[in-house]
């Protein structure tokens, strides 16, 4: 591999999904304030996800609404005047 490919802050990150609690310890180089303990004892910093292959319909094969931000509500009240 060629020296000096990837930037100085290519570190051990861990990824969370935080719609079903699954993580995984990848390198990266995604900025995160939060940390967590991984399952060797050692600190890591953490990048949260709301969904990943671990809640993706597509790779879980379950029908699961994701509905973080109300968008279903806020779509119902714009289009509710022509349903009438």
Do not use: Q
């Not at 390198?27 to 600190?43: L, R």
């Not at 993706?56 to 779509?75: E, S, W, Y």
């Amino acid at each position: 591999m060629k020296k000096d490919t990837h930037p100085a802050s290519y570190r051990m990150v861990v990824f969370k999904d935080i719609s079903n609690d699954e993580a995984i310890l990848t390198k990266s180089c995604a900025n995160t304030k939060d940390t967590i303990v991984w399952e060797d004892g050692k600190e890591y910093p953490l990048v949260k996800m709301e969904i990943s292959s671990f809640s993706h319909p597509f790779f879980t094969g379950k029908m699961k609404f994701v509905d973080t931000a109300g968008r279903i509500d806020k779509f119902n009240k714009k289009f509710a005047k022509f349903a009438k």
